[in-house]
């Protein structure tokens, strides 16, 4: 195929790559290309990121509910729970963890760009994953330890998102963008999937300690996998074959994620594109962690579902999320591929129209009479809704690729506040409960996808801003560019 790209804003700015695709492996060999194998373990890494974050809100229905005792001659015994919290101390235990997570947002975009993509990433899920093995040792000991020790795994998680954005900048070809983005963080929707139903199994089954020793297990053996088989760069890999090594690099040019770089931080911060996303983050991460946060203890408390159901019900929204995706992903790049959209109009239409349909479905659900329709509006408003990934969520490598790290920091930052406040806010409205009190807990998420979709709509950028250009330090035959200088 025949790639161009030319840019008016700057001196001259073009070049041209032929590239032939007659010797790349069929689409359905995905263990043949490397970018594709990076993609996959990068996937099994978010599941383990979120299956170590999501696991407490299941645990800790387990670690507060009333325990009772059939004795031998049928005589029922009840006792009061092992943890006696109530909903705002809950609140803050479910929260705790993105204190320290949004303390690393900008650091890991900036350090993933400094020492590489793959080393932070795998690194930051290791040591969540052993902290986890801990969890119920501290937790037994003093709540304040436990809130400790969630804050530190929020610090160390905290990198995953802004840092994998630096693997892509060195791995993904700009047509290939969004399907390998989206892959992987499909890993997160299943991570979810696979979390809620085993934790409560796991904790109805053995105890809510098995939760943390599970998966804080398959956690460090991801890490040892991810760190054996992935590496920094396609020039890095030994197993890569010369026709991917040449197809991606002339993809992307002299791109080196770790040296050379001049962050233009008053641009960064003063572009509209940049808080485009950030807004959009901000919303959308609203929206996933009330469910994620809150949905086993609606599911408990309105619908009336006991633990095991409660476990499964609550997946049911994260398949689907974890399907469309993918869906979301493939017909994104396919319309760019085809020339049916602009790139920028892919972003908003997809971004846009996702968050107007989480909205009307979440308004959906708070209305809805029965167990079946809550669920069903549920599954419909996260299902449809993950397509804003496709959005804003690959938005950073379009407007700025060298930079998509530590911008994604920044808004990940911002969107962490959703995930701490969301939890409080719900824990201090939901007190009896009632359904009432949820329906306004779905009333504002809903109103901020509404806020959402009209400043992404309005302010959002598919092309690559000036202040983005830099000129690379060295040239090959197949890129060649000379980039306006930059008067920052």
């Known amino acids: 195929m025949t790639f161009e790209k030319k840019s008016s804003s700057c001196i001259s700015s073009s070049y041209d790559i032929t590239l032939s695709a007659t010797t790349d492996p069929p689409k359905w060999m995905f263990?043949?290309?490397?970018?594709?194998?990076?993609?996959?373990?990068?996937?099994?890494?978010?599941?383990?990121?979120?299956?170590?974050?999501?696991?407490?809100?299941?645990?800790?229905?387990?670690?507060?509910?009333?325990?009772?005792?059939?004795l031998d001659n049928g005589t029922v015994i009840f006792s009061g729970p092992e943890f006696d919290w109530d909903s705002k101390v809950q609140g803050v235990v479910l929260s705790s963890f993105f204190y320290g997570y949004i303390t690393t947002q900008l650091f890991g975009g900036w350090l993933s760009a400094k020492i590489g993509g793959k080393r932070v990433f795998g690194g930051g899920i290791a040591v969540t994953a052993f902290l986890t093995l801990i969890t119920p040792l501290l937790a037994r000991?003093?709540?304040?330890?436990?809130?400790?020790?969630?804050?530190?795994?929020?610090?160390?998680?905290?990198?995953?998102?802004?840092?994998?954005?630096?693997?892509?900048?060195?791995?993904?070809?700009?047509?290939?963008?969004?399907?390998?983005?989206?892959l992987a963080f499909a890993g997160s929707h299943i991570g979810t999937v696979v979390s809620m139903p085993v934790s409560a199994?796991?904790?109805?089954?053995?105890?809510?300690?098995?939760?943390?020793?599970?998966?804080?297990?398959?956690?460090l053996v991801w890490f040892v996998v991810w760190w054996i088989v992935v590496a920094e760069s396609p020039a890095e890999d030994p197993r890569i074959s010369k026709e991917e090594l040449d197809y991606i690099q002339q993809s992307l040019g002299?791109?080196?994620?770790?040296?050379?770089?001049?962050?233009?931080?008053?641009?960064?911060?003063?572009?509209?594109?940049?808080?485009?996303?950030?807004?959009?983050?901000?919303?959308?991460?609203?929206?996933?962690?009330?469910?994620?946060?809150q949905l086993p203890k609606f599911m408990k408390e309105v619908l009336n579902f006991d633990l095991s159901t409660t476990g499964y019900l609550t997946a049911i929204p994260y398949l689907a999320m974890a399907i469309m995706?993918?869906?979301?992903?493939?017909?994104?790049?396919?319309?760019?591929?085809?020339?049916?959209?602009?790139?920028?109009?892919?972003?908003?239409?997809?971004?846009?129209?996702a968050f107007i349909l989480h909205a009307v479905f979440m308004i959906g659900a708070a209305f809805s009479q029965t167990a079946l329709s809550t669920i069903i509006c549920l599954v419909f408003a996260v299902g449809l809704g993950v397509f804003s990934w496709s959005g804003f969520g690959v938005n950073y490598l379009d407007i700025a690729p060298q930079y998509a790290s530590v911008i994604m920091g920044v808004s990940n930052t911002f969107g962490t506040l959703a995930g701490i406040f969301s939890p409080i806010v719900t824990g201090y409205i939901v007190t009896t409960p009632s359904a009432d009190e949820w329906q306004i807990v779905f009333f504002i998420a809903s109103g901020l996808f509404?806020?959402?979709?009209?400043?992404?709509?309005?302010?959002?950028?598919?092309?690559?801003?000036?202040?983005?250009?830099?000129?690379?330090?060295?040239?090959?035959?197949?890129?060649?560019?000379?980039?306006?200088?930059?008067?920052?």
Not at 201 to 219: D, E, H, N, Q, R
Not at 261 to 287: C, E, L, Q
Not at 331 to 342: G, N, Q
């Open 325 to 353: 995706i993918q869906v979301s992903g493939h017909l994104a790049d396919r319309l760019m591929e085809k020339k049916v959209f602009t790139t920028t109009q892919v972003r908003k239409i997809f971004n846009c129209g």
């Open 31 to 70: 263990w043949k290309k490397r970018r594709y194998v990076v993609a996959t373990l990068a996937f099994f890494g978010f599941f383990n990121a979120y299956a170590l974050r999501a696991n407490l809100s299941i645990a800790i229905v387990a670690m507060t509910e009333n325990k009772s005792t059939i």
């Open 450 to 488: 509404v806020l959402g979709s009209i400043v992404y709509g309005v302010f959002a950028s598919g092309e690559v801003q000036p202040w983005a250009l830099q000129k690379p330090e060295n040239k090959t035959a197949a890129y060649e560019n000379s980039f306006c200088e930059a008067d920052d």
């Open 254 to 293: 002299n791109v080196d994620a770790k040296e050379g770089i001049v962050y233009p931080w008053k641009r960064i911060f003063t572009s509209a594109p940049v808080w485009a996303i950030v807004v959009s983050h901000f919303t959308d991460n609203w929206g996933f962690y009330t469910l994620l946060t």
């Open 141 to 182: 000991v003093n709540i304040y330890l436990l809130l400790t020790l969630r804050i530190i795994e929020g610090v160390f998680e905290g990198v995953t998102y802004p840092c994998i954005h630096a693997v892509w900048a060195r791995w993904a070809p700009p047509l290939e963008r969004t399907r390998l983005a989206t």
């Open 201 to 219: 199994y796991l904790a109805t089954a053995l105890g809510w300690p098995s939760i943390f020793y599970f998966f804080g297990t398959i956690g």
